[in-house]
Nanobody, 114 residues
Framework: QVQLVESGGGLVQPGGSLRLSCAAS????????MGWYRQAPGQQRELVAR???????VYADSVKGRFAISRDNAKNTVYLQMNSLKPEDTAVYLC????????WGQGTQVTVSS
């Protein structure tokens, strides 16, 4: 399985934007589903966005219309563009396959606060 390293998180004010990146150690070309998950303190990990090899995407209702997932197979990277961020988006964001088969990375912390 590929190793995954997330980056791009940070502190942002409500209404702001961030772009997360997930770099894989190997090719993701043959991996059908890739996803971004998030876990807030005291809560279960949730899948917020997924993308398939054909380009199809699915979003959780909580982020629909605000987040956009994309993948660049040539760079072995998956992205998550997050716009109109809300305090409730605060969490550690992680990427993995769909279903998750790779070891979980450290994730990247996103904090939305004024």
């Amino acid at each position: 399985q590929v190793q995954l390293v997330e980056s791009g998180g940070g502190l942002v004010q409500p209404g702001g934007s961030l772009r997360l990146s997930c770099a894989a150690s190997g090719s993701i070309f043959s991996i059908n589903g890739m996803g971004w998950y998030r876990q807030a303190p005291g809560q279960q990990r949730e899948l917020v966005a997924r993308i398939f090899s054909g380009g199809g995407t699915v979003y959780a209702d909580s982020v629909k219309g605000r987040f956009a997932i994309s993948r660049d197979n040539a760079k072995n990277t998956v992205y998550l563009q997050m716009n109109s961020l809300k305090p409730e988006d605060t969490a550690v964001y992680l990427c993995n396959t769909i279903p998750p088969r790779s070891a979980w990375g450290q994730g990247t912390q996103v904090t939305v606060s004024s």
